[in-house]
T-cell receptor, first 111, second 115 residues
C-alpha cells in the first residue's frame, strides 16, 4: 500500500462548482498534514496546513480524521485560477523528516 | 519569486558526463531537501539534510551524490546517469525544529535530460 493515496482524478468542474478531494495515509505515526498546489511546470507551493479541528481559508476548507487516517480538501465557488494539481502531503514528525507527497489530483475549472 | 535558487534551470548530459546541480537559500533554514519529479507524478523524496548532515537517503542510487557544504548550499553531483534519470530535480528548504508550519520552500527546479 502506498504511504499516501489520493483520488485519481482528473476533476473537470464548471466555474462556481464545489469540489472535494480526498486523501488517505498509511502511517499512523504521521503528525503533520498539508495540502500543496502545483501549477503546470511550476514548483509545489503550500496551500494550507490541516488541523484536527478542521480549518478554513477563504473558499478552502481542510479536514483531518486521525481515526480513519483521512484528509479532505473542499473548494467552494471554483475559479479558473484554481486549475492545478492538488497534492496531499504527510510528515511523521518534524521538518527534517520524511515529507511525503501523495500522487496528486488534477483539477480543471472550465468556463 | 522563489527564495530558493537552483542552477542550472536546464541541463542536458550524456551518460558518461559528470555534472552538478546547485541550490542556494538565504532564509536561515537548516533543513534542505532534494526531490525528483517525473512528468505527471508527484515529487519523490531523495535526500534530506538537517544542520548540514545527511539525515535521510531514500535508497537513491550512488550515481547521485548529495553534498551540503554549508547551511545555505546544497549540491547534487551526477555521474554515469541513465536516460530514465531524466526528470525535474527540485530543491526545497524549511526551518527545522519546533514551530514548523509545514511549508517547504521549493526552488523552480533543474530540468535534467540524459541522452
Amino acid at each position: 500500500r502506498k504511504e499516501v493515496e489520493q483520488d485519481p482524478g482528473p476533476f473537470n468542474v464548471p466555474e462556481g462548482a464545489t469540489v472535494a478531494f480526498n486523501c488517505t495515509y498509511s502511517n499512523s505515526a504521521s503528525q503533520s498534514f498539508f495540502w500543496y498546489r502545483q501549477d503546470c511546470r511550476k514548483e509545489p507551493k503550500l496551500l494550507m496546513s490541516v488541523y484536527s479541528s478542521g480549518n478554513e481559508d477563504g473558499r478552502f476548507t481542510a479536514q483531518l480524521n486521525r481515526a480513519s487516517q483521512y484528509i479532505s480538501l473542499l473548494i467552494r465557488d471554483s475559479k479558473l485560477s484554481d486549475s492545478a494539481t492538488y497534492l496531499c502531503v504527510v510528515s511523521p514528525k518534524t521538518s527534517y523528516d520524511k515529507v511525503i507527497f501523495g500522487p496528486g489530483t488534477s483539477l480543471s475549472v472550465i468556463p | 519569486d522563489t527564495e530558493v535558487t537552483q542552477t542550472p534551470k536546464h541541463l542536458v548530459m550524456g551518460m558518461t558526463n559528470k555534472k552538478s546541480l546547485k541550490c542556494e537559500q538565504h532564509m536561515g533554514h537548516r533543513a534542505m531537501y532534494w526531490y525528483k519529479q517525473k512528468a505527471k507524478k508527484p515529487p519523490e523524496l531523495m535526500f534530506v539534510y538537517s544542520y548540514e548532515k545527511l539525515s535521510i537517503n531514500e535508497s537513491v542510487p550512488s550515481r547521485f551524490s548529495p553534498e551540503c557544504p554549508n547551511s545555505s548550499l546544497l549540491n547534487l553531483h551526477l555521474h554515469a546517469l541513465q536516460p530514465e534519470d531524466s526528470a525535474l530535480y527540485l530543491c526545497a528548504s524549511s526551518p527545522s525544529g519546533q514551530g514548523w508550519t509545514g511549508e517547504l520552500f521549493f526552488g523552480e527546479g533543474s530540468r535534467l535530460t540524459v541522452l
